[in-house]
Structures are given as structure tokens and as C-alpha cells.
């Protein structure tokens, strides 16, 4: 997704793309009015009621963890270093098993024990704590804003790119289609727009991985080439190297556990008991939409390398500078759709899990529930996209370092405070708002400190790295030191889920 901000997207507007653009928008229509007349109140809008079945839950969980990079920003990194870029996708087949494992039933299950609607809750509950309940809202609600600017921002770049828009237009129109069925429907009209655009997220990468398979002469060809040419490039570490490739692989393998869009999702389930084909289910449903991550990223490589295309200016136009020669116009615009349709359910996870912070935590936190959740939370979710469509109009660079700073922030605040907490009896309440204060102090210093160039780590290094390790050895460390609170610190009703 980053790469896909420092630039714009070729022009895309012929009739065929646009209009299977529309096609796609008039579904999401349809969709959203279906859902708007089944949200009756907070817990529909929130979490859908708790009756979402597996396979929708898969599906959609797929689409808002993807989100463009898989489309735009991965075959992007493909092409520019190589295969070391799987490295950021490899930890999907382990980390769908983890969220299973050791979310994924306890969060079903808190849910339906204390009627919990939203990530903060259950760490409030965890530690019978509203300071870390609140700590964590405040975390989830700053990152949130990064992260739906640099969706925003992209969706502008598509929408500019299919219907010649200006960004500045593209953003705003991509911002109010979202907004049309996240204000009426919640969660619920999101889910289910999920389902549809994962499915032409599955759909269209499977198609445009044959398509890969035999442009330039073929892959065997391609890659011959590419091996006389860079011979690291499809070498195991790629071109970065194994420091960076491992770094990769920790960030995006552990740090998925503390995604609270994804993780929010558990609390939807109908059925915890079919949670044993959830991690099969959800490894199928990612490896068949990264086929176009890496196809499209190494093809492109060797068509430069070969000679059969120029050099890209910026790597983000490998997707569609591939579909425009190698593809048929409806094929590009069935991927096109299917990046509007990630970015737009990534996007739409962010605002309900904004809105729920800003309706649901900080209230809790500081002693008070709002009345009506469900008229705040919808006033909330038109407020976080506002201003997150506001912060897309700045710079590229500035919305990519926040969407770096938001990934970050996520991981390393949420994770050991809930993924290890609801696991360790240990765990202290001290422990838990200590992690969450340093992962949010040690991002935010260390992001900044870099996008202004005052400071670097070492390459292969990140600072989303450094924040996770350093937030689990805090929250190790205080919980021992306070371990003689630990117990005490605990609901029975809460233990007896931990030792489900």
C-alpha cells in the first residue's frame, strides 16, 4: 500500500473498465440497503449481532486484512526486491492458525459472557481495568486515522485512474460510497460487502495469475533471465537480505495478532465451535488471492529485464501497466474493482472499530456509557472519515509514515495485552498498561525520528519491530514484578475463559 502512494496510477479510463466499476458499485448499493434495514441497534452496527457463519467470517476477514497491497503496493515490492517480499505474506499461513488458537474462540466467548462489543473492552476486562481499556482505545483511535488516510488516499488514486476524477475528487467520492453503507449498516453492511469483494478479490487474482503464467514467452523463460540478469533477486532472501526477510516475517507473523479490525471480527461468530476449519479456510481463501502478489511482481521483473517492456518509474505501476498490455480490458477491470473493493473493506473495518473507541472505550474508561451507541457511533464514523479524508489530502509521504506508524502501534499495543494476556495468568494489570505505554511511546518517537531523517536503524531493522520485542519484554518483566497481583486481578468468569 505505501508504494502505491508516492504516485499516481496510469490512466484507466476506457468504457469497459468503467463500466464494470459501476456494475461493482451498484452491488455494494444493494448490499448496503439489504443491511441497513437488519441494524436495529449498537450490538448490529458493532458486531453484526453475533451471527456471522464461518465462511463469511473467513471471507470477509480475508478482504480487511489484504486490503490494496496485495494488488498495487506487494507485486510493487515483488518486482523491486524480489522474492524477499513473501516473507510479508508467508506468516498468513501460521498466523490464521495463532488467531484461532489463541483469540479466536476467547474472544467469541467474552463476548457472549460480558457482552463485549470491541478489542479495548476485552483488555478492560482481562485486568479489570478502564485505564488499560482506555490506554488501548487511545492507541487504536490514532492509528485508525492513519491507516484509513492511506486507504483513502489509494481509493482516490483508483477512482482518479477509472473515471479521470482528480485525486483530490477521488478521495472524497471513494470516502462517501464507503460512508453511504458504514453509516446505515455498521459492521453488518460491511461484512457482507466483504464477502462480495473478496470474492472478486479471489476471483480476479486466480485470472490474472494465468495470465502471468504465460506473458514474456512464459514463467520459465522470465526467469531464466531474471537469474542471468540479478541472480539474488529469486534467491531466498531476495535482493534485501535474510535480516530483513526474518524482520518481515516477525513483524507481519506475530504482529497480525494485535490487528484490532481483524481480531474485532471474532466477535461476530454464531458458531465458536467451527472455529477447527477457520485457519484451513482462511490460509485457502489468502493463498489464492496472493497468486497476483507474486505472479504479477516477478513477471514484470522479467519483461523489463527482457526487454519487452521499459523500466518502471515507480514500482506501484506494475499491476497495471501488466493488465494494460498483457491482459483483456475486462480483466483489468475486474482487478481495478477488486482493488476498490479491498481498500473499501479495509476501510470500512477501521471506522467501526474507530467509532466503537470513540462511542464505546473512552466513555467506559472515564466511568460513563453513552446512551444511544448506536446514533453516536454513526455520528463517530462520519467524523473519523472526514478526518482521515482531510489527512489523505496531504503529501503521499506523510500518510504512508502514518500508515507505518499505525501497523506499528497496533502490533505492539495490543498483542501482549491481549493475545499473551488472555493465554497467561501471569499477566499483570501494571504489565498491560506498561506494554501498551511503551509500544505507543517507542512508535511514535522512533517513526518520526525517521521520516524526519534525524535518525535510522540499522538496515533491515524496523522500528514496528523494535516496538513489538521491546513492549513484550516490558510487559514480561512488570507482570513479574507485580506478580503477586496477578491472581486477584482476575473475574472467575474471565479465568474460566482464558482456560477454555
Partial sequence: MIAL??????????????GVALVYFAIVAVIATWATRRTKNANDFFVAGAGIGLWTLAIAKMAATLSGFAFIGGPGLVYTIGIGAVFIILPGAISNALGAWVLAK???LLGEVRGLITVP?????????????????????????GYMATNLLALGLVIDAIFGTGLGAGIWIGTAIILTY??????LAGIYTDVFQGSVMAIASAVVFFFALKSGGGMDHLSQTIMQADAKYLGPWGTIGPVAAISFFFVFGVGSLGQPHVIHKFYMLKDPRQLKWYPLLMTVALAVTQLLYVSVGVAMKGLVVDGALLP???ADQATPTFLLHYTPTLVAGLVFSGVAAAIMATVNSFMSVGAAALTHDLPVAFGHRVT??????RISTVVLAVIAAGVAQVSGTLVAFLGIFGWGLFASTTVPALAIGLNWSGATRAGAIASIATGLGITLAGETLAYFKVYSLPTGLSVSGLSLITSLLVFFAVSRLTSATAAGQIDPDIK???EV
Fill in 312 to 314: 518502471l518509474v515507480k
Fill in 182 to 187: 458504514s453509516v446505515a449498516g455498521g459492521i
Fill in 106 to 108: 476467547k474472544m467469541r
Fill in 5 to 18: 502512494l508516492q504516485s499516481s496510477l496510469p490512466t484507466l479510463t476506457q468504457p469497459k473498465i468503467v
Fill in 496 to 498: 474460566l475463559v482464558m
Fill in 372 to 377: 444511544n451507541e448506536l446514533r453516536l457511533g
Fill in 121 to 145: 473492552d476485552a483488555i478492560g476486562a482481562r485486568y479489570r481495568s478502564r485505564a488499560a481499556q482506555g490506554l488501548s482505545a487511545v492507541g487504536i483511535l490514532i492509528a485508525v486515522v
